[in-house]
């Protein structure tokens, strides 16, 4: 084998492989910092209604309503979520 070979595919092989591991840190962090805003939004959500009757109610109102509408995501493809009424 040629020696410089060697170099010419090593050295960039060497920095996709930055490049990728930096991709799936990034993405991990993206996806934990959406994860935990939901968890956030669920959680004071479920803080304001204090009994099932309450959750009732308010899905039969018109916000209600909206809310479960614009709560209605769909996945698209590479990990992105596209919401169904087209917001």
Excluded: H, Y
């Excluded at 492989?17 to 962090?29: N, S």
């Excluded at 309450?54 to 509408?69: A, M, N, Q, R, V």
Aim: glycine residues 10%.
């Amino acid at each position: 084998m040629d020696p410089m070979v060697i170099p010419i595919v090593v050295t960039p092989t060497f920095f996709a492989l930055i490049g990728w591991v930096t991709w799936v840190i990034v993405e991990t962090r993206r996806k934990q910092n959406t994860a935990k805003a939901q968890a956030d939004v669920q959680t004071k959500f479920l803080d304001k209604l204090g009994s099932s009757r309450e959750l009732i109610d308010f899905s039969g109102s018109e916000g209600g309503k909206k809310s479960w509408s614009r709560s209605a995501w769909k996945r698209q493809g590479w990990g992105r979520w596209k919401s169904s009424s087209g917001c």
